[in-house]
């Protein structure tokens, strides 16, 4: 009924297909394992079971709740809903504070407890490092 040719052809598209479908499918699969999930407080008081697995959680840090000692600090992130513990070892930005954005990323202990990994301060759209707002107003 077809030709030699034509079944070649259509041969040739289904390889193409199939090899662009599971390329994307291999892609899409190895960028999950390297995918982190943004929650607030509220989410994670919603769920079910708790995984293992790297998460960021986002909020603003609780005025009053800082706590540093010589190898961790301790503070609460709020959604001004809800509210999670964060205990963090290492250096914070120079953003971080009271009152302010952050994104903790790191491992849930249980829906109350958050153990960070990294600390992302947030600013806004009007943020001006201080050396260059103290040389602005210099001049």
Known sequence: ???????????????IG????LSAFLILKSLEESV????????IKLIKEIEYKKIRIGGM??????????????FIITDLRNEINVTYS???????????????EGY????????????LAKHD????PPEVKAALEKN
């Open 1 to 15: 009924m077809y030709g030699r040719k034509v079944k070649l052809r259509f041969l040739f598209v289904i390889i």
């Open 18 to 21: 199939l090899s662009l479908f």
């Open 36 to 43: 982190v999930y943004f929650k607030s407080p509220t989410d």
């Open 61 to 74: 840090v609780k005025k009053n709740s800082i706590q540093m000692s010589t190898d961790q600090i301790n």
């Open 90 to 104: 290492g250096i914070v930005p120079n953003l971080f504070s009271e009152g302010k954005g952050v994104v903790a």
């Open 108 to 119: 849930l202990k249980d829906r109350n407890f958050f153990e960070a990994s990294k600390i």
């Open 125 to 128: 759209e009007n943020y001006m």
